[in-house]
């Protein structure tokens, strides 16, 4: 049984693109999380979905950012049009129920923005 | 300070000593949680305690918890060099949004051989 697994591991992006970020959760979840952990920092909660729905996004930035997690496929986090301040790290994180209690987390994407 | 605030922020023994770090915390929880991080690596779930528990082990792990203080306390005990690594603790709150995980800013855990 795999574990989250997330793609692309390391991204560059330049100023202005576009980043892609790809999770897809532990066979038989159907709860995933984002955090994003910048430099020197702890992880933050950016959003909770569950297939097909968006249960909180709470910690996304207002603009630019963006969650899904179609009812087939990885969910995807999607940044649009970077700045530097988007260098971080990404975990995804999925579960069976939406407790923190079976939160299992991915290897991250470590996104670089020059 | 914030949720789920550890310290030392960094701590540096020798191997076969033991190894403590602290987490303080504001709100009510449902739960807290220890992870370990490598360097540039994912998060390594460690061990959970739930509110009404007030110590539980794993391993060479002990964690604690005093809900009336708020703050847990995670020792490992005969560290070895392959202990080095950032450790966070993760609180749950209690109520309708007990699946989001805030994390301290961690303790830099370093074991010298």
């Known amino acids: 049984n795999a574990g989250v697994m997330q793609n692309p591991r390391h991204l560059v992006r330049r100023r202005g693109q576009e980043a892609r970020l790809r999770c897809s959760p532990m066979?038989?979840?159907?709860?995933v999380y984002w955090y994003r952990q910048l430099p020197e920092e702890g992880l933050k909660f950016m959003v909770y979905l569950q297939k097909e729905n968006i249960i909180d996004e709470s910690g996304m930035p207002k603009e630019r950012f963006s969650a899904e997690f179609p009812k087939e496929g990885p969910s995807i986090l999607r940044i649009q049009q970077v700045v530097r301040g988007d260098s971080a790290a990404y975990f995804c994180a999925s579960s069976s129920v939406g407790d923190s209690h079976e939160q299992f987390f991915g290897p991250g994407t470590r996104l670089t923005v020059l | 300070s914030q949720q789920g605030e550890e310290d030392p922020q960094a701590l540096s023994i020798q191997e076969g000593e033991n190894a403590t770090m602290n987490c303080s915390y504001k709100t009510s929880i449902n739960n807290l949680q220890w992870y370990r991080q490598n360097s540039g690596r994912g998060l390594v779930h460690l061990i959970l305690?739930?509110?009404?528990?007030r110590e539980k082990h794993s391993g060479r792990l002990r964690v604690t918890l005093d809900t009336s203080k708020k703050s847990s306390s995670l020792l490992i005990t005969a560290s070895r060099a392959a202990d080095t690594a950032s450790y966070f603790c993760a609180t749950a709150n209690s109520g309708g949004s007990n699946y989001k995980l805030t994390f301290g800013k961690g303790t830099l855990l370093t074991v010298n051989p």
């Open positions: 305690i739930r509110s009404n528990e």
């Open positions: 066979k038989g979840h159907s709860h």
